[in-house]
T-cell receptor
Framework: GAGVSQSPSNKVTEKGKDVELRCDPISGHTALYWYRQSLGQGLEFLIYFQGNSAPDKSGLPSDRFSAERTGGSVSTLTIQRTQQEDSAVYLC??????????FGPGTRLTVT | AQSVSQHNHHVILSEAASLELGCNYS??????LFWYVQYPGQHLQLLLK??????LVKGIKGFEAEFIKSKFSFNLRKPSVQWSDTAEYFCAVNSMNSGYSTLTFGKGTMLLVSP
């Protein structure tokens, strides 16, 4: 079946602009996760959704970052007033039950 | 907070050499352990996982890992690497501390296998 999909695959934006990143999880997966992958830093947890609620937002690096999930499916990660340090690959993952997560291809964000 | 440490950032091997990548985690309670692999230009894929039972787990493509609770380790091994194993490898853990939800990743080990 279809895996996790993310769009866009690449995004170049100017410093100060807002960006929206989209994640379509595997159909039926109730849990959805956002991570950020920076060069040499591994993967950093951002936020976790169970259904439409986010019980764990502890990884969001600043109030410029927000995320929502609607209909228990698609999620959008929004970064306002982007900064150069926001440049990274943003990964989405989903899971059904249990801890095994399935990852999407990521969105490479470049802030110029 | 739980943390994961991967000992080597870069490893270079010749084909047919044996591989062992180290991974240590900090949480003392019950954990689930994972190795993910990211081939060049591809997304993260699960290589193998440990939840409970036999501490020696086997994954895809001939990889295996051994959970040693007393050492808080989950090292990845392969007896004979191939050029196609060139990739970045990530160790990850989740635990009761995180509600068995979020994964904590190590910083990754880039493996380069020369033909």
């Amino acid at each position: 079946g279809a895996g996790v999909s993310q769009s866009p695959s690449n995004k170049v934006t100017e410093k100060g602009k807002d960006v929206e990143l989209r994640c379509d999880p595997i159909s039926g997966h109730t849990a959805l996760y956002w991570y950020r992958q920076s060069l040499g830093q591994g993967l950093e947890f951002l936020i976790y959704f169970q259904g439409n609620s986010a019980p764990d937002k502890s990884g969001l690096p600043s109030d410029r970052f927000s995320a929502e999930r609607t209909g228990g499916s698609v999620s959008t990660l929004t970064i306002q007033r982007t900064q150069q340090e926001d440049s990274a690959v943003y990964l989405c993952a989903s899971s059904l039950v249990g801890p095994e997560q399935y990852f999407g291809p990521g969105t490479r964000l470049t802030v110029t | 907070a739980q943390s994961v440490s991967q000992h080597n950032h870069h490893v270079i091997l010749s084909e047919a050499a044996s591989l062992e990548l180290g991974c240590n985690y900090s949480y003392g309670g019950t954990v689930n352990l994972f190795w993910y692999v990211q081939y060049p230009g591809q997304h993260l894929q699960l290589l193998l996982k440990y939840f409970s039972g036999d501490p020696l787990v086997k994954g895809i493509k001939g990889f295996e890992a051994e959970f040693i609770k007393s050492k808080f380790s989950f090292n990845l091994r392969k007896p004979s690497v191939q050029w196609s194993d060139t990739a970045e490898y990530f160790c990850a853990v989740n635990s009761m501390n995180s509600g068995y939800s979020t994964l904590t990743f190590g910083k990754g080990t880039m493996l380069l296998v020369s033909p």
